[in-house]
């Protein structure tokens, strides 16, 4: 093995990875906010990239094929993840409307390390759009490739995902002199809000309607 034949396959597996990942969805937005407030980021982007890393690589064990040939389990996942989404939209909504609950300084109320990374694992686990695409699309592609090279594809896509959320949650710093006004963080729970409500309606109809 040399680095001709392994580096299409990183790349080709680091390309995917971005193309997935790079999208307005629940998951980046949970992290760009907990950036935001600048608290416990760092534990929530090694979560979310190693939970990625894990999922990639069962994919391409062979685990996309089994979850593609089960409908009920899919089912299953979209109907738990939308009733996830629908919570939590509704809790960033009324956090808009009360300005003062939403600043980011250094007496705002802080959560436990603990109760952050557990809502990393529900943005994580139970949204199926991840299962979707690291374990179902990922996989499939990474099975693809030759046995050999099949950790290069896995391991490409989940470097994919560790700079992006590294990028998401350490780079939205720059954007705190903005979020520092109770206004912008009405709007930025508004939007995330609307998005939850947008990908739970999104997720009931895949369940119910199949497409």
Known sequence: MNLSSVFPVFFQGLLLGFGLIV??????????RQGLRREHVGS???????????LISAGVLGLGQALGQSPLLARSLAIAGALFLAVYGWRALQRARQPNRLEAAAGSTRMQRGAVL???AAFTLLNPHV????????????AQQP???RGWFAFGASAASLAWF?????????LAPLFARPRAWQVLDGLIGLTMFVLCALLLRHAFLGH
């Open 23 to 32: 999208a307005i969805g629940a998951q980046n937005a949970f992290v760009l």
């Open 44 to 54: 929530v982007v090694l979560f979310c990239a190693l939970a990625d890393a894990v």
């Open 118 to 120: 557990a809502q990393a």
């Open 131 to 142: 299962y979707l695409d690291t374990v179902l699309l990922v996989g499939s592609i990474g």
């Open 147 to 149: 046995a050999a090279l």
């Open 166 to 174: 590294s990028a998401l949650g350490f780079g939205s710093r720059r």
